[in-house]
């Protein structure tokens, strides 16, 4: 692919602070305009989207669909029994296919490598809609929530709760570019991924705590982060995650802890009286919701900037 890589959105920290602050910024400017009900913005006509899902999905297809459509294109969504990627056919014959019909492919898949492979191969710009690694445009949609709520990200301590997952991956990815002190509190074994972990680290940029004291954690935060305990392709172990995560369910004891400036956020589907209780899903200070909607705002800015637009 021409510029190879580069107008690829597979790892927040690919890029550098300067191009994520200018996405999060057009992100705000094109929600504005949205919101005010103008269409009159179409920098998407005329063009096409493959998106590939490998798993369930509600927010990631609804929002890249109406976000895509909204700006002028038509995306199509293929869902786990269309494609099949890998098993019906090759990720590199699936990649060069899409990129003779499409402007550009989201994808939501299992393996990290079938992303990087789906890159690879395709000669239009790939967006990774999650793997079992990462969930970039979630935590870039999260991050202009808090700008929107705590008022800035820089120097915001963000607390989070659980499974050190595909979410965390992606929080420690933005802590490597992005100044912000990130805690992720964790049970035993259920770390993040060390050398994730360790480039978070070694960027020197934001504070990054691993933790196995979810109270501790929590003291002084601006939010406090929750996603499920068994994520897509371990639900099988769901109920043996309950057990090994008690004490780690975000609950009104845990918010109070937190303090009341504290923002409650969750990257949903969530499992309510799970990970996170029904009082503190509905309480005044969760902004889920207001973070879901957002998912298709930062999408669409995300994709602005692939297409150079
Ligand atoms: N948060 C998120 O990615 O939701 P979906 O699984 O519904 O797309
Ligand atoms: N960690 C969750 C996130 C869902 C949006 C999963 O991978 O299932």
């Not at 550009?104 to 079938?114: G, K, P, V």
């Not at 939010?223 to 639900?235: F, I, P």
Request: charged content about 25%; glycine content about 8%.
């Amino acid at each position: 692919k021409a510029n190879l890589g580069l107008k690829d959105f597979i790892h927040i920290s690919d890029f550098d602070k300067d191009t994520i602050f200018k996405i999060l910024n057009r992100a705000s400017e094109v929600k504005a305009l949205l919101k005010s009900g103008d269409r009159s913005f179409q920098p998407f006509k005329g063009k096409t989207m493959a998106m590939i899902f490998a798993k369930p999905s509600m927010r990631t297809r609804v929002s890249f669909e109406t976000g895509f459509f909204l700006l002028g294109g038509h995306a199509i969504y293929l869902g786990p029994d269309d494609i099949q990627m890998g098993k019906r056919e090759e990720t590199r014959d699936v990649a060069r296919v899409l990129s003779g019909y499409n402007d550009i492919i989201m994808a939501r898949l299992f393996a990290h490598q079938d992303i990087l492979d789906l890159a690879k191969y395709a000669s239009v710009p790939v967006i990774n809609g999650l793997t079992d690694y990462n969930h970039p445009v979630q935590i870039m949609a999260d991050a202009l929530t808090i700008i929107e709520h705590v008022g800035q990200l820089e120097g915001t301590k963000v607390v989070y709760v659980g499974d050190g997952n595909n979410i965390v991956h992606s929080w420690l990815l933005l802590a490597s570019v992005v100044p912000f002190h990130f805690v992720c509190a964790c049970p035993k074994g259920f770390e993040p991924d060390e050398k994730t972990v360790e480039k978070a680290r070694n960027a020197g940029i934001s504070k990054v705590e691993i933790t196995n004291d979810p109270k501790e954690a929590v003291k002084g935060a601006n939010v406090v982060y929750s996603d499920v305990w068994a994520s897509m392709g371990q639900k099988g172990e769901a109920e043996y995650r309950r057990k090994v995560f008690e004490g780690f369910q975000v609950n009104e004891e845990l918010m109070t802890l937190a303090g009341p400036e504290a923002y409650f956020m969750h990257c949903l589907p969530a499992e309510r009286g799970v990970e996170v209780t029904n009082g503190v899903i509905e309480a005044p200070n969760s902004i889920v919701f207001p973070q879901a909607e957002n998912r298709m705002h930062a999408q669409n800015a995300i994709m602005l900037h692939q297409f150079g637009l």
